[in-house]
């Protein structure tokens, strides 16, 4: 049984931080920063910019859920706290 508690927690800030990054990138950032460079490109007829902002984020935010979910099992099998 590994107690490694900051091991533990180093992964998981490492992984949080990773993770609030590109949630920053996306919505911050493609959304409103980049919005008129990206509107130069069309996605299903309308503005890369624009769709990021209105369904894009939304997505990539979905896809951020279960990535968390996936790799905080893995974190957790690593340092044996897992549940099953």
Do not use: C
């Amino acid at each position: 049984m590994n107690h490694d508690s900051k091991g533990y927690w180093s992964a998981t800030l490492r992984l949080l931080t990773k993770i609030l990054i590109v949630w920053f990138l996306v919505s911050f950032g493609a959304g409103i920063l980049f919005a008129d460079v990206l509107n130069n490109i069309k996605l299903g007829g309308y503005p890369l910019g624009f769709w990021f902002a209105h369904q894009g984020s939304i997505y990539v935010f979905v896809v951020l859920i279960f990535y968390y979910a996936h790799k905080m099992g893995q974190i957790d099998r690593q340092f044996d706290v897992h549940e099953d």
